[in-house]
């Protein structure tokens, strides 16, 4: 079951709520560590973030009838404990790169993120527990931001352990 707000006409989701220490979370991080080789949480979640933002990364070529279609793509690590970077790249038509720096502490937020596919237009967004504006923004895909955003719940989750 999805819930879903409506803000400023807009559907807004949240992935659906997990329990983080139920068995289907256990289950969740097993395959994810299982499919990245590793026997960290901290690293299969970092992959499969990234991994989701390579795939569903908001291309020039999905803006048809855009006037200015740009290239969004971004990569998460860890900065420092409780920490998450996100570096933005946007890269224009006209050759020019943009690159931005973000970095998101963790502690004391809400780990369950929104995310929100707009009726019209080329794009979804995973929206920042901080203020609701968009932290990443992807191919308009409902599932692959259903995924990203909850991805992205369990590393934020992971990261509030310290």
Not at 36 to 58: I, K, P, V
Request: charged share 20%; net charge negative.
């Amino acid at each position: 079951m999805v819930s879903v707000f409506w803000a400023i006409g807009t559907p807004v989701m949240a992935a659906e709520p997990i329990e983080f220490g139920s068995d289907e979370s256990a289950h969740y991080l097993a395959e994810l560590k299982k499919l990245y080789l590793t026997t960290s949480d901290r690293e299969a979640l970092l992959a499969h973030s990234n991994g989701l933002l390579d795939t569903y990364a908001l291309r020039a070529g999905y803006q048809v009838g855009q006037t200015n279609p740009q290239d969004f793509i971004y990569e998460l690590s860890v900065a420092a404990p409780g920490e998450l970077r996100i570096r933005e790249e946007v890269r224009g038509n006209n050759g020019g790169v943009a690159v931005r720096n973000r970095s998101l502490s963790v502690f004391g937020l809400d780990p369950y993120l929104q995310y929100q596919c707009p009726a019209q237009g080329p794009s979804c967004s995973v929206n920042s527990p901080v203020d609701g504006l968009p932290l990443v923004v992807i191919l308009r895909d409902p599932k692959g931001a259903e995924e990203l955003a909850k991805a992205l719940s369990f590393l934020i989750r992971n990261l509030q352990k310290g």
